[in-house]
């Protein structure tokens, strides 16, 4: 069971919610507290037949099923350290530092659906090496390979996810809403999906990449929820990131559900970040969705 997000309705739903003992969570949005819910016990069977009408549940992928960033960070390192021995007069700091503004200036044109991100991973190390005056296309092919292999050996699902997935499947149709390479690649979506065994856990997946356009885009969504034959008001999406995964769900008018498996309060950068409900990890979700 979800808060719907008609003002009017919210507010109602947080007068039965308080009366009813819901737990409480804090998240900071523009420095100012506010309240969101996380699992909550079951109303009134009239109040769950009203609200009770979500047939869709899509989740994210890295750092929300999978934990992504310590698989990038492995693989960068096995990246540079070839880098390295076939360059030793290369300074790693420096390498680091235009290796970080490489790939700002890619995100930009990525986020601004210039370039896909099958075409920044492919350009990351040949803009790379032509900053540190060390061009080699075939070099930079290598350090790519480099990274998306240890990348992708590294990546390992959270505890949580497939008893969360089990789970959710037996009620909803159950999507995976990603940004990302959709191609073949080691460092791709489809790549990471197959290695992790949820290709089988899920009735369907959409790529930034193959969709053509990225989270926060409603347009993603909103693609998604037309094949699927839903409407914004019966799918929730599940991310952990506010920028992304939240902003792109109130924007396509779903359900925002908010992972945070970090300690402390949640903060947001502005409204649009702000999620309906927030979970501190997958497995707190079906008591938060009512299942």
Not at 159 to 173: C, G, M, N
Request: charged share 25%; aromatic share 6%.
């Amino acid at each position: 069971m979800l808060a719907p997000r008609s003002s009017t309705w919210l507010d109602i739903l947080r007068i039965l919610l308080f009366c009813s003992g819901a737990e409480r969570l804090s998240v900071v949005c523009d420095k100012r507290p506010v309240e969101v819910y996380g699992m909550y016990p079951s109303l009134t069977p009239i109040l769950d037949s009203w609200l009770n009408n979500l047939r869709v549940v899509f989740l994210d992928l890295d750092d929300t099923l999978c934990d992504a960033e310590p698989a990038w960070t492995a693989g960068v390192a096995a990246a540079f350290d070839l880098l390295l021995s076939q360059r030793p007069q290369i300074d790693r700091q420096r390498a680091l530092d235009e290796w970080q503004q490489v790939n700002e200036r890619l995100m930009v044109r990525l986020n601004s659906v210039k370039i896909t991100m099958s075409q920044a991973r492919d350009r990351r190390f040949r803009l790379l090496l032509k900053r540190l005056d060390a061009e080699d296309d075939a070099l930079a092919d290598e350090l790519n390979e480099v990274l998306g292999h240890v990348r992708l050996t590294n990546m390992h699902l959270f505890a949580d996810a497939v008893p969360v997935l089990q789970a959710l499947r037996s009620s909803y149709h159950v999507g995976i809403v990603t940004n990302g390479a959709g191609d073949n690649h080691d460092d791709s979506q489809w790549s990471v999906l197959r290695h992790l065994g949820l290709l089988d856990l899920v009735d369907s997946v959409w790529i930034s990449d193959e969709v053509g356009f990225r989270k926060p885009d409603p347009r993603l969504f909103e693609g998604a929820l037309e094949e699927v034959g839903a409407d914004p008001s019966e799918v929730a999406h599940v991310g952990d990131s506010p920028e992304a995964d939240v902003a792109g769900a109130n924007a396509a008018g779903l359900t925002s559900v908010l992972l945070w498996r970090q300690r402390g309060e949640v903060r947001v950068e502005g409204p649009e970040q702000r999620p309906a409900i927030v979970v501190r990890s997958l497995s707190q979700l079906p008591g938060a969705l009512d299942l």
